[in-house]
């Protein structure tokens, strides 16, 4: 079945850097497009950036030039380097994938704090 564990949340102060990971499981990784979203208490999930399989990715406005996702097919892992963190980024992040044919279904790390805090 399909699982994905994120890591690497935590406690940063304004301006620093974290790397979040999300270990992959259960479905044919490098064919498939992997996002970030986040979530703030009493709000929508926003997606934050994307990553095709092709390797082509796609930001949200709010973290341009600041985040960038990648992914590591062998590892079966997409990663996420946020910088220049700001107190506004201080949600809990997951990882999703849309799997499944003809019935997509979305799947979901269990998520990852971020707190950007001094």
């Known amino acids: 079945q399909v699982q994905l564990v994120e890591s690497g949340g935590g406690l940063v102060q304004p301006g620093g850097s974290l790397r979040l990971s999300c270990a992959a499981s259960g479905f044919t990784f490098s064919s498939y497009t992997m996002s970030w979203y986040r979530q703030a208490p009493g709000k929508q999930r926003e997606l934050v950036a994307t990553?095709?399989?092709?390797?082509?990715?796609n930001y949200a406005d709010s973290v341009k030039g600041r985040f960038t996702i990648s992914r590591d097919n062998a590892k079966k892992t997409v990663y996420l380097q946020m910088n220049s963190l700001k107190p506004e980024d201080t949600v809990v992040y997951y990882c999703n994938v849309v799997v499944g044919v003809p019935f997509p279904q979305d799947f979901w790390g269990q998520g990852t704090q971020v707190t950007v805090s001094s």
């Open positions: 990553i095709r399989s092709s390797g082509s990715t």
